[in-house]
C-alpha cells in the first residue's frame, strides 16, 4: 500500500502525521511511504531522517497526495 504524508497548511500547525519511527514500521511490513518534502521540518524531524526510515520525499503533487 502508498501512504502519502502530507505537510501541514494551517497556520502554526506543527504536527505530522507520521515520526520516522512509525514510517520505519510501516514500510518493514512491505507499505510505501511518501513524505512531503520538508514535510516534518516543523516537528523537528528532517527530510533525512525520513529516508533512512525507508521513505520516498516528494515534492507536493496532486499525483501523490
Do not use: C, W
Request: hydrophobic share 30%; proline share 5%; aromatic share 8%.
Amino acid at each position: 500500500m502508498k501512504i502519502g504524508v502530507p505537510k501541514e497548511i494551517k497556520p502554526q500547525e506543527n504536527r505530522i502525521g507520521l515520526t520516522p519511527d512509525s514510517v520505519k514500521s510501516l514500510v518493514s511490513n512491505g507499505h510505501e511511504v511518501l513524505v512531503e518534502n520538508d514535510g516534518g521540518f516543523e516537528a523537528g524531524f528532517d527530510n533525512n531522517q525520513y529516508k533512512s526510515a525507508g521513505a520516498k520525499i516528494v515534492q507536493k503533487s496532486r499525483r501523490y497526495f
